[in-house]
């Protein structure tokens, strides 16, 4: 019997990468991270995947060979990106700019049949493509590497502009021959705002379960393509509560124009036939618990809420983040794209050697 592929997910967060990887079958067997707030509902969107928490610098690919039962076929993970953000500090002694290093490097150990690595676009910048390239030099010489590429999830159907830079390498004795134009085809029309979320306009809130709030799509209507593939059973999800704003705020919030941007607290108002802008995750307790700035509705005077934002940036109704809305936007914000993830993940699905499953039983 074929067995499902070895998969790890290195800095996993709550999930978004692997979903894509899950929804073409290369879904992760392991999961590593080190923040057990941004991994909080982890183990209940993946209950097939294993969630490990701990500091992956002191990880070695022994460590991860053990906890999987064998060899591992594929690595993906964004290493922390904030030394790296072109609207960061880009601090050159940021010490999470070594967990891009320790991400390869247990690449390297580990001789997966395929990797993924997502960051932000200012890895490949100047000042930081050194740190890069220097990562890359521990790999073996048998990978194939394509990129750095910047992608951005918005050019591959989703209805957010994410520009992200992704490296994907590959063992040619087991994965079949990725190009970059091979990534072209899997581009689709950007989804607009308006197809993402309008039909959530008519939610109502039904209960709370104790944790969080539950609400219902009282007229389903039908939906756009986007959002009919990401509606949950019944039409019930999680996450819609909106903002109590103050009425000073919410004059202020009146007279921005969709494709505007509020002058104080510079809150752009979404477009109904745009894309929503980067969704940004903001900082936790540990660096000063910084709220990034969340668009505006399109119509109503209210920032948009945690349920819209995962609409927006690809997530399913079903996918639950965190009982408070500050820790579910850095979830959502820290994330990759899932429909970005699926895009990526299916190239490899088409090509990769199903029969690395098989070798299993011989090991």
Not at 267 to 285: D, I, M, V, Y
């Amino acid at each position: 019997m074929q067995e499902q592929p070895r998969i790890v997910d290195l800095f996993s967060g709550c999930g978004g990468f692997s979903l894509g990887a899950h929804a073409v079958g290369l879904g992760p067997t392991l999961a590593f991270d080190v923040d057990p707030i941004l991994t909080s509902s982890f183990s209940l969107n993946h209950p097939h995947a294993r969630l490990k928490l701990g500091d992956l610098s002191a990880v070695i690919g022994a460590d991860i060979r053990r906890e999987i039962g064998g060899r591992v076929d594929g690595v993906f993970g964004g290493p922390p990106c904030q030394a790296f953000s072109s609207i960061g500090h880009r601090n050159a002694n940021d010490p999470r700019r070594n967990l891009l290093g320790h991400f390869f490097r247990l690449v390297a150990e580990l001789e997966p049949a395929f990797f993924v690595m997502e960051n932000v676009k200012g890895l490949g910048y100047a000042d930081a493509r050194p740190v890069l390239d220097a990562a890359l030099s521990l790999l073996p010489g048998r990978y194939k590497i394509l990129g750095p590429l910047v992608l951005d999830a918005a050019d591959f159907g989703a209805a957010t502009r994410r520009p992200r830079l992704f490296v994907i390498g590959y063992d040619p004795d087991r994965v079949g021959a990725i190009s970059e134009a091979d990534v072209e085809t899997k581009k689709l029309k950007p989804t607009t705002v308006r197809a993402a979320i309008s039909d959530l306009a008519t939610a109502v809130q039904i209960e709370n379960d104790g944790l969080f709030d539950l609400w219902k799509i009282k007229q389903p209507g039908r939906p756009s393509d986007y959002a009919a593939g990401l509606r949950a059973e019944e039409g019930v999800f999680t996450g819609h509560k909106r903002t109590a704003h103050t009425p000073e705020v919410i004059k202020r919030f009146k007279k921005v124009e969709q494709g505007g941007v509020e002058a104080i607290g510079r809150h752009p108002r979404l477009s109904w036939g745009g894309q929503c802008p980067t969704l940004r995750a903001g900082t936790g307790n540990d660096r000063g618990s910084f709220q990034s700035v969340r668009p505006l509705h399109p119509e109503e005077p209210r920032v948009i809420t945690v349920r819209e934002a995962a609409r927006l940036q690809g997530f399913p109704d079903h996918f639950r983040f965190h009982p408070t809305v500050w820790h579910s936007f850095r979830m959502i914000g820290n994330s990759v794209s899932p429909i970005m993830s699926k895009a990526i993940f299916s190239l490899i699905a088409e090509r990769i050697d199903r029969k690395i499953g098989m070798q299993v039983a011989a090991e």
